[in-house]
């Protein structure tokens, strides 16, 4: 039998002004979904940036407190490359996220404070096209990022953050998650995948620190990557979205 080839991507919709990113650590939003972040700035939309984590356990050489200050830095220079002027860390730790409420109300915060009508995060399946296993903190963090921002809709959920001064937010119409095998939708990021490239080499000592590999070879590792969901998208390169629609 003739394995039959992976249906169309649809277009996402892009007729919105402003996007939340919510991901476990500096460099994830970096592979696969920062040009389309790039290609959205461009347009004149505000995305901000939201790291759960200084992903201070990522450098296997590098003692975690100095690791945090680096990988801070490296993030906020990969956001600036894409138009993002605003990244925030909200201090978990690195490599044993659990999910849970306290995670649940500091994204519920997140969102609730920047009021997004997308938030986007990246892929929270078990594993990458049912070949690769996923990893525990980015399983954790899209989990909670979903339950979060329906959190932040509701007044009598996590009722301090009304008494800290952050009104509820139902303003999200869609959680988009990035690379997910159960993505359905795509971006054209064919004009604005050079600084996608750029923004996953300002990661420079993360990537160095991966040694060699395909992980460590940016532009390798997005042209085959963006390719592939470029040619289901009908366009040279591309980023792929699972879609989770709130309303």
Same mark, same amino acid.
Request: aromatic share 8%; with cysteine.
């Given at each position: @039998?003739?394995? /039959?080839?992976?249906?169309? %991507?649809?277009?996402? +919709?892009?007729?919105? /002004?402003?996007?939340?990113?919510? *991901?476990?650590?500096? +460099?994830?939003?970096?592979?696969?979904?920062?040009?389309?972040?790039?290609?959205?700035?461009?347009?004149?939309?505000?995305?901000?940036?939201? @790291?759960?984590?200084?992903?201070?356990?990522?450098? +296997?050489?590098?003692?975690?407190? /100095?690791?945090?200050?680096?990988?801070? /830095?490296?993030?906020?220079?990969?956001?600036?490359?894409?138009?993002?002027?605003?990244?925030?860390? &909200? !201090?978990?730790?690195? !490599?044993?996220?659990?999910?849970? #409420?306290?995670?649940?109300?500091?994204?519920?915060?997140?969102?609730?404070?920047?009021?997004?009508?997308? *938030?986007?995060?990246? $892929? %929270?399946?078990?594993?990458?096209? !049912?070949?690769?296993? $996923?990893?525990?903190?980015?399983?954790?963090?899209?989990?909670?990022?979903?339950?979060?921002?329906?959190?932040?809709? $509701?007044?009598?959920?996590?009722?301090? #953050?009304?008494?800290?001064?952050?009104?509820?937010?139902?303003?999200?119409?869609? *959680?988009?998650?990035?690379?997910?095998?159960?993505?359905?939708?795509?971006?054209?990021?064919?004009?604005?995948?050079?600084?996608?490239?750029?923004?996953?080499?300002?990661?420079?000592?993360? &990537?160095?620190?991966?040694?060699?590999?395909?992980?460590?070879?940016?532009?390798?590792? &997005?042209?085959? @990557?963006?390719?592939?969901?470029?040619?289901? &998208?009908?366009?040279?390169?591309?980023?792929?979205?699972? *879609?989770?629609? #709130?309303?």
């Amino acid at each position: @039998m003739t394995e /039959q080839p992976p249906p169309p %991507f649809e277009p996402v +919709d892009e007729d919105w /002004q402003t996007a939340l990113a919510i *991901v476990a650590h500096p +460099d994830d939003m970096e592979y696969g979904a920062a040009a389309a972040v790039a290609r959205w700035t461009a347009q004149g939309k505000t995305v901000v940036y939201v @790291m759960v984590t200084s992903g201070e356990a990522g450098i +296997d050489g590098m003692d975690p407190e /100095q690791c945090r200050a680096v990988r801070e /830095q490296e993030q906020i220079a990969s956001a600036a490359i894409v138009g993002v002027d605003v990244v925030e860390f &909200l !201090g978990h730790p690195d !490599g044993v996220i659990e999910y849970g #409420l306290p995670l649940r109300r500091d994204i519920a915060r997140a969102v609730r404070r920047h009021r997004p009508d997308i *938030v986007i995060t990246t $892929n %929270f399946r078990d594993t990458y096209g !049912g070949v690769f296993p $996923n990893q525990a903190d980015h399983i954790a963090v899209g989990r909670a990022t979903l339950d979060g921002v329906r959190d932040a809709g $509701n007044r009598w959920v996590f009722r301090e #953050l009304t008494a800290e001064g952050h009104e509820p937010w139902d303003g999200v119409r869609q *959680v988009w998650a990035a690379a997910s095998p159960d993505g359905r939708h795509a971006v054209d990021t064919t004009e604005h995948f050079d600084a996608g490239v750029a923004s996953l080499e300002a990661h420079r000592a993360y &990537l160095d620190g991966l040694g060699e590999g395909p992980m460590s070879d940016a532009a390798g590792f &997005l042209e085959s @990557m963006s390719r592939a969901t470029g040619t289901r &998208l009908g366009v040279r390169y591309a980023s792929s979205f699972e *879609v989770i629609p #709130l309303r």
